[in-house]
């Protein structure tokens, strides 16, 4: 198999580091929480007293994204801009900067793997039960949906901000969306002391906590009700993608699939990804775990990412730089 290539950075990444902590000054952790992306998304702020009258409205900014992102790239919505997109086959159609940036990085995610990650995969994921809109438990499906497509069938013009659908096909951008309005709310963030993102599990956290420490990050077990693993770190993204999280109507698998074959794959039951970026460590992750072990570690690795596979044995399998970051 061809070397995958390294994936673009993002124009416009969100810096996550912080303030520094000056003396002994004390610190007090902020919260707000919505739902959001069909999770509970919550995010923190850390700061002092004197920061105190800008964390209101700081958090409120931070949490607006997630409701964007969800109105711009969700499937589950037929007025989204995702979905209007997929009404419009066979013309380069212009969208929004935010939608044309996501798609062009889910593309290269889909190269970069050899598409064990493909956004085209929308409309098969709906014929396996996962289409039903969480707030109104409608269902919301892509009626003449192509078979057989792939992202190929994607063609993105980053300087006029067009997408070509070459067929009518339905996107499927959770793997990146969520992990965007994580890195998005992060930039609210970053002029306090410290901050915390938690969308659903996948983490972005910067600076300190309120103890002054770094941020301590537990990994679930994907079969106990325990963690498996914990990390400390800080000004980095923690996403991890496992089969335990949503499973198929009928019983035929969990959430993730395979696009060469359209079944959820069997030879990894989690993966967890370290990165700069929320975006780049959701991807990856959900990349890993459907390429298995032998790949998915190794796409990791060129990547410039750290990160663990847990196996069905529940055997795990890391990245060389990931025990760095084990508490």
């Not at 580091?17 to 739902?35: D, K, N, P």
């Not at 067009?162 to 930039?187: F, M, P, S, W």
Request: glycine share 8%.
């Amino acid at each position: 198999m061809a070397n995958s290539r390294t994936l673009q950075r993002d124009p416009r990444p969100p810096s996550v580091h912080g303030h520094a902590v000056s003396g002994a000054r004390q610190l007090t952790r902020h919260s707000s929480s919505i739902v959001a992306m069909d999770t509970l998304v919550t995010v923190s702020a850390i700061a002092d007293n004197e920061q105190a009258a800008l964390v209101e409205p700081a958090l409120a900014h931070a949490l607006a994204w997630f409701e964007h992102v969800e109105a711009t790239c969700s499937r589950f919505d037929d007025s989204s801009e995702v979905f209007r997109l997929a009404e419009q086959p066979g013309i380069a159609v212009r969208v929004s900067p935010m939608l044309c940036q996501v798609v062009h990085f889910a593309i290269q995610v889909a190269k970069a793997s050899h598409g064990m990650f493909d956004p085209t995969i929308g409309a098969a994921q709906a014929e396996r039960g996962f289409d039903r809109n969480y707030r109104t438990g409608r269902q919301v499906r892509l009626a003449g949906a192509a078979a057989k497509v792939s992202y190929r069938d994607v063609a993105v013009n980053l300087r006029a901000s067009t997408i070509t659908l070459r067929r009518r096909l339905l996107l499927d951008l959770g793997a990146v969306a969520k992990g965007l309005a994580i890195d998005l709310a992060g930039r609210e963030l970053e002029q306090f002391a410290g901050f915390s993102i938690d969308a659903g599990g996948d983490i972005l956290v910067g600076g300190v906590n309120d103890e002054h420490a770094p941020w301590r990050i537990g990994i679930e077990h994907p079969r106990a009700q325990q963690l498996i693993a914990t990390l400390e770190l800080s000004n980095l993204a923690v996403c991890t993608s496992g089969d335990y999280e949503r499973h198929a109507p009928g019983g035929a698998g969990h959430h993730l699939i395979d696009p060469h074959n359209g079944t959820s794959p069997q030879s990894a039951i989690s993966c967890t990804v370290v990165a700069q970026r929320a975006m780049l460590a959701d991807a990856l992750s959900t990349a890993a775990l459907v390429a298995g072990p032998s790949f998915g570690l190794r796409l990791l690795e060129e990547q410039g990412v750290e990160g663990m596979i847990v196996l069905p044995d529940l055997s795990s399998r890391t990245t060389s730089g990931f025990g760095r970051y084990l508490a």
